[in-house]
């Protein structure tokens, strides 16, 4: 059972209202992450922002983001 509540509803908050749509458009739903950073959507927003940047850097080869973010995952615990 998680300590931090989730967030599924954006209660009418603007941030939370675009980013939850856009994540359930892409995903069929919302990343657990996100529905605990909604508790403070300017930090939620800034998070997908980082996220953004560094696949829209060309930094990495496209087929490694995905690799990236499931070995974050994996080392800190996260089921994916």
Known sequence: MPRVREIEDD????????????????????FNTTKVFA???PILKAA?????SIEKSGRLPAFLV????????????CPF
Not at 48 to 52: D, G, N
């Open 11 to 30: 209660g009418g908050d603007p941030i939370l209202k675009d980013i939850f749509a856009k994540e359930r458009e892409l995903f069929g739903g919302l």
């Open 39 to 41: 508790h403070c959507p």
């Open 66 to 77: 995905p690799l990236v973010y499931l070995r974050v995952a994996l080392i800190n615990g």
């Open 48 to 52: 997908k922002q980082l996220s953004a």
